[in-house]
């Protein structure tokens, strides 16, 4: 299995500053025949399923705002939020697709400092 | 729209069974993919299998002994069973749908909770 590693596992943000989670594979997920990352990111709030923020590495799902994106390439891959928003407190994951043997991070915690 | 349905309590040894109803889209004339994933309380999330109608079928390779998934078209369900369960099993249990094997869950059931308890 490809083992996804999130860091960090919390994280404390205030108001309006930037946001950065990582995630790393065991194994690259990039496939050269399309030039794409299969690695997506979740947005889980308490108590709801988990949302589809970003896919490709680097799209954004529709709906998703703008200050959401995500970045990297093969093993090593970003979200980053611009400027954080009370709403975007949440648990993030990410997962890999490359694999029909999918894996998720083991989450990291946003809050508000 | 997907909406998880099933027993919320099941006895250790026993069989844990599930059902995802699917609205909005036929299971049976799509290529979708449709999925379970698990997250115990307080926990990550941890995919269990995924299949397409008429397609291919994959099984978490640490629980494929024991989880079977099956569809029924006629009411546009798709099931889960896991056998043999334990206090491990207990989990809130989500049903999702991914565009093909190979794209990540953009939709996903509210998830049930099942707890494994005698």
């Known amino acids: 299995d490809i083992v996804m590693t999130q860091s960090p596992d919390s994280l404390a943000v205030s108001l309006g500053e930037r946001a950065t989670i990582n995630c790393k594979s065991s194994q690259s997920v990039f496939y050269s025949s399309n030039n794409k990352n299969y690695l997506a990111w979740y947005q889980q709030k308490p108590g709801q399923p988990p949302k589809l923020v970003i896919y490709?590495?680097?799209t954004r799902e529709s709906g998703v705002p703008d200050r959401f994106s995500g970045s990297g390439s093969g093993t090593d891959f970003t979200l980053t939020i611009s400027s954080l928003q009370a709403e975007d407190v949440a648990v993030y994951y990410c997962?890999?697709?490359?694999?029909?043997?999918?894996?998720f991070g083991q989450g990291t915690k946003l809050e508000i400092k | 729209q997907l909406q998880e349905s099933g027993p919320g309590l099941v006895k250790p040894s026993e069989t844990l069974s599930l059902t995802c109803t699917v609205s909005?889209?036929?299971?049976?004339?799509?290529?979708?993919?449709w999925g379970w994933i698990r997250q115990p309380p307080g926990k990550g999330l941890e995919w269990i299998g995924s299949?397409?109608?008429?397609?291919?079928?994959y099984y978490n390779p640490s629980l494929k002994r024991r989880v079977t998934m099956s569809v029924d078209t006629s009411e546009n369900q798709f099931s889960l069973k896991l056998t043999s369960v334990t206090a491990g099993d207990t989990a809130l249990y989500y049903c999702?749908?991914?565009?093909?094997?190979?794209?990540?869950?953009?939709?996903w059931g509210q998830g049930t909770l099942v707890t494994v308890s005698s």
């Open positions: 909005g889209v036929s299971i049976s004339s799509s290529s979708y993919y």
């Open positions: 999702a749908r991914s565009g093909d094997a190979y794209n990540p869950f953009d939709y």
């Open positions: 997962q890999q697709y490359y694999s029909t043997s999918y894996t």
């Open positions: 490709w590495a680097s």
């Open positions: 299949f397409s109608y008429g397609g291919n079928t």
